[in-house]
């Protein structure tokens, strides 16, 4: 599996795209409105920029992507109206992800977005910043930008997402889990938090050499709670039950063993403190806040219920298909095509089962990290 080869978000608008399968990120966008607009309205008060340059990294498409500029022109539309009038100031924005992303629907996106804008801020009596937006094509664990070049950086539910599969997981280290699981060895648990500490540093080593100094990084991402590797919450919920659903086909013959056995989610959920402790040993970026809140189980899935079926039966639907819009393109490129309909199914199945059972449920947890660069 190579990650920047095989991974993407599922595109276009079909019935499971990312555009309409992304509610849970959205609620996580707007949980984390009030820390990006804190950031933004410092940069504008500390540092003055005449030509204000804002990154969302790993910023996928459709609402989700250009409700983040929306609510940013908004904040700086009126931080200009009312406080920071004596000089103008443009904002250009840049949309990264990997180069398989589909940044066409972001583009044909724009001329409606614009419009919406005009009008949002005529009906509050503002006029917007001029304001231009461009497509960023690579990894965020390379160089994206030129020194000392981004006010203010963000990312949303993408720096989960490691480089790549944990080296040195190989063959059936893992054995009927796709992540990390109930019966996961630790060995493997600790190649996931390696990994993901190899990743994070890089990312704000790159980061550093592209903030200006004194500019602001809002990151958002899947975590846990507990100090417990095995125990992220909803999110090992989900992992493990796709996990049994495999292991069902597995004994039905439909899927290889072998194929389930070499098959590793690369995703990391880390805590407060992880994430804490590799930002001071980076030395170049100060903790200004750090936010975690919970994504209760009755709002991660909730959405319209068709007539004829339970609410457990329309959560598990619901929650096969953001998970299929998020994770297709692995399970494809390892799996096949042919099967997909099926293991989304099973899944689908799995989940809709655990909801109607008497298991305390698990919400995901969120983490907010709010960080400032050094001057």
Known sequence: MKIERDFHMMKGDSEFSYAKNSRIQKRVVL?????????VREVCIDLHPQSMVIADLG????????????????????DYNNTIKESSMEVQFFLNDLPSNDFNHIFQSLEQFEQLITQDCACKGLQPPPHFVAGLPGSFYTRLFPCNSVHLFHSSMSVTWLSQVPEQLDGSMNEGNIHIGATTPPSVAKLYQNQFEKDFSRFLQMRCMEIVPGGRMVLTVAGRKSKDVFNAGGTTTIFDLLSQGLR??????????????SFNIPVYCPS????TQLVQQCELLDISDIQLFEMDENRMHDSEQAEGT????????SMSATLRAAAESLVASHFGEDILEEIFMVFARNFTSYIESEVEKSGITIITLYLQAKH
């Open 310 to 317: 339970t609410a457990a039966h329309t959560a598990g639907q």
């Open 59 to 78: 910023c996928s498409f459709g609402a989700n992507t250009l409700l983040f500029i929306s609510e940013m022109i908004t904040t700086i539309c009126e």
């Open 31 to 39: 949980a984390a409105k009030p820390i990006v607009e804190k950031a």
């Open 248 to 261: 069902i086909l597995v004994a039905e013959g439909r899927v290889a063993k072998e194929k389930l056995d």
């Open 272 to 275: 407060a403190d992880e994430l």
